[in-house]
């Protein structure tokens, strides 16, 4: 065991060491992004107005301290995502129903963070969804320009983009992807609408998509489109269905940009809990979908509707589909994005939320507030030559749960988005 001052380990050998650290009190909604040196950028939300929060964190041996929060006037969010520009990051944040998506900008040096003023990317048309439920707004950058994706109506998908320059963001005008009929809706409530964005480069972005009736029918699609971006203007393609029907009703679903041409969809059905993925081909606006893989093995046993997959990169084409975040559980799978995407390999009876720690290590959560609830999985590769994995750099698209990044060897710190906390973790050889 690694010598440190800590309780018992749990199962997989981990020794708790470092107490639970504070990042920004009282918050709950917590997105985070590395900066390098053991320094980690975080913004969090309360429930009232200005309770948007930003503080760097950083982690030396078994302890963290963090810098003086800054605040912003009078903004809050249920969703709330952080993502790296060119100089500096931007967060996009909304709160309540039909309500505006505002970004700002921040810059750092050293621990100290530096905010511009809030910009306003689509007025009083977007719901927000419920961390880490239901997906209806995501987000994407690339250098100094960024990207999101909405639910506009409950029956209307739009997309708006925006350009960063140091702390000043410019908004462009938003436009309609597409807009459904026939009963079919782009909303989580009763219908489970899920919306995703990549950058493919500063001036491509993918877009994918589940809107559905509500019924276990045939009214279920999988869309995607293509778009390209000059400045923040947006001009968007024709829109493909990629997977239609009961069978790819979906519990949980994920996109991954593979190159600056391609990306990764994946979704677990709801109902028989398979998942399944296809390539994503694009050129200019114009998006064409490869062979939907087969069914890649179950998900879990349960997985609720309207969860995120979220797709870390393992090694060259290969990519973590973790399926599920919250209490549900599921299986943790590798798949390699050819034509059409395999299943690699995977990690039985573990959660969703998972980082890569090694070739054949990840570290997996039991999805909770509880810092016994993390533990190392053995995960068993086929193949040994696209394997060699360094941790990935942590993000998180809304969501509560724990997550982690390694720190040094057999060491990790651990993010939970629920109390806005942090803590170090140690591991046995």
């Not at 590395?34 to 107005?49: D, M, W």
């Not at 944040?93 to 810059?107: F, H, M, N, P, Q």
């Not at 609720?304 to 990519?319: D, F, V």
């Not at 399926?323 to 059409?340: C, M, Q, Y």
Request: aromatic share 8%; net charge neutral.
């Amino acid at each position: 065991w690694v010598a440190v001052e800590a309780d018992a380990p749990t199962t997989g050998g981990i020794v708790r060491s470092g107490a639970v650290t504070t990042l920004l009190a009282s918050k709950v909604c917590h997105a985070v992004q590395a900066l390098g040196a053991n320094k980690f950028l975080h913004v969090a939300s309360g429930s009232t107005a200005g309770t948007l929060q930003f503080v760097v964190s950083t982690v030396s041996g078994l302890t963290i301290t963090i810098g003086t929060p800054v605040t912003i006037s009078g903004a809050v969010g249920d969703f709330v995502q952080l993502l790296p520009v060119t100089g500096g990051y931007v967060a996009v944040y909304a709160k309540g129903a039909w309500s505006t998506l505002y970004a700002v900008a921040v810059t750092v040096s050293g621990d100290t963070v530096t905010a511009g003023t809030p910009a306003a990317l689509a007025a009083g048309s977007v719901y927000p969804d419920s961390a880490p439920l239901s997906p209806t707004i995501d987000c994407s950058t690339s250098g100094a320009t960024g990207v999101a994706v909405y639910a506009s109506s409950s029956t209307t998908v739009a997309a708006v983009a925006f350009s960063v320059s140091g702390t000043v963001i410019t908004a462009g005008t938003p436009v309609t992807l597409y807009t459904t009929s026939g009963g079919v809706y782009t909303l989580w409530g009763g219908y489970y609408g899920s919306h995703s964005i990549k950058m493919l480069s500063a001036t491509s972005a993918l877009y994918a998509g589940f809107v559905s009736d509500g019924s276990a029918g045939a009214s279920n699609y999988h869309k995607a489109c293509a778009m390209t971006i000059s400045g923040t203007t947006i001009t968007a393609g024709a829109v493909v269905d990629f997977a239609t029907g009961s069978t790819y009703r979906s519990a949980a679903r994920g996109l991954a940009a593979t190159s600056g041409t391609q990306g990764l969809a994946v979704l677990v059905g709801y109902g028989n809990y398979n998942t399944y993925a296809v390539q994503l081909n694009v050129s200019g606006t114009t998006v064409t979908a490869g062979t939907l893989s087969g069914a890649l093995g179950g998900a879990g046993t349960s997985v609720s509707i309207g969860y995120r997959l979220r797709l870390p990169q393992i090694s060259g084409s290969y990519y973590l589909a973790a399926a599920g975040t919250g209490s549900n559980r599921g299986l943790i799978k590798t798949i390699v994005n050819a034509n059409p995407p395999t299943h690699y390999a995977l990690q039985a009876a573990n959660t969703g939320l998972a980082e890569v720690l090694s070739a054949t290590e990840i570290l997996c959560f039991g999805g909770v507030a509880a810092e016994t609830d993390c533990f190392i999985g053995d995960m068993a590769y086929a193949k040994r030559a696209d394997s060699d994995v360094a941790a990935g750099t942590p993000t998180q698209i809304n969501s509560c749960s724990p997550q982690a990044v390694s720190t040094g060897t057999r060491e990790a710190v651990v993010f939970n988005g629920s109390t806005c906390s942090a803590y170090v973790i140690k591991w046995s050889l």
